[in-house]
């Protein structure tokens, strides 16, 4: 007999909700995060509104990644009915739900794309995020595979890119302005995975990762680009898988 793993996911607890009714409380445990299966919920901070979901829309799973309570409240402000996840079964869903992994990046992004076009306008990131730009010349190294690092990169501009290279083999290259690298080791606090070669000369800017929470809360653009970087990621794993299934048949 086969056990199906995805049975396990299906331990959401589902609640009716009347308007007006708290789902979540600041300073909450970070242990659930939520899927709205139908009305709307207000999202607020300090007692302020932050932003409206609806149907389809995730919230409280941030607060699992950051192993912190929850830094806001959830009401909702119609009829409604939210289905609670442990957070801890996120993995289980990203390898068995790829409808549910599917919902949580699209509300994800969404949020990050609101909160984003709002940070543009009333927080200049230049204003409130340390950086610095350096310039490499050919062949010089700007990060080295096996050290440890919490700075987050962006390219600049360069004269032929960027060389990524794992155990001396060339693996892929930087090259438009504007693409970030190395935040994926910064996000998980892991030592480099990768050497990242400047290809003839290049300017790129450095931003201070010791804090990244704060990076991101001021520059939630960075944030979208670490979910679309794993969301990419998780597609490329998903055909291999995929792919090895098949040769294994």
């Known amino acids: 007999m086969v056990v199906r793993k995805k049975d396990s996911i299906q331990k959401s607890i589902i609640k009716e909700y009347k308007p007006k009714e708290l789902i979540v409380a600041e300073a909450d445990p970070g242990d659930r995060f939520f899927v709205i299966l139908k009305g709307e919920v207000e999202i607020l901070q300090n007692g302020k509104s932050v932003r409206v979901l609806k149907e389809d829309d995730i919230f ?7 192993n912190r ?3 806001t409240s959830a009401v909702t402000l119609s009829a409604a009915r939210i289905a609670t ?3 801890a079964m996120i993995k289980d869903i990203i390898f068995n739900s790829p ?19 709002i940070a543009e306008e009333y927080i200049p990131l230049e204003n409130v995020v340390d950086f610095n730009e350096q310039i490499y010349e050919s062949g010089d190294t700007i990060i080295a595979e096996g050290t440890a690092g919490c700075e987050i990169y962006q390219l600049i501009e360069s004269e032929k890119g960027l060389s990524v290279t794992k155990n001396g083999k060339e693996v892929g290259k930087i090259t438009q302005p504007g693409e970030y690298f190395g935040e994926i080791n ?9 050497t990242v070669r400047s290809i003839g000369r290049s300017i790129v800017k450095v931003f201070s990762g010791d804090n990244l929470e704060a990076l991101i809360s001021t520059y939630p653009q960075l944030a979208k680009v670490i979910i679309d970087t794993l969301a990419r990621r998780l597609i490329e794993a998903n055909i291999k898988i995929a792919d090895l299934s098949t040769a294994i048949k």
Not at 189 to 194: F, I, S
């Open 69 to 71: 309570p929850y830094t």
């Open 85 to 87: 996840y442990p957070a």
């Open 99 to 117: 409808q549910l992994t599917e919902k949580i990046l699209q509300s994800v992004m969404t949020q990050l794309e609101q909160t984003t076009q």
């Open 186 to 194: 910064a996000l998980l606090k892991q030592t480099r995975t990768a």
């Open 60 to 66: 409280g799973l941030e607060n699992y990644y950051l």
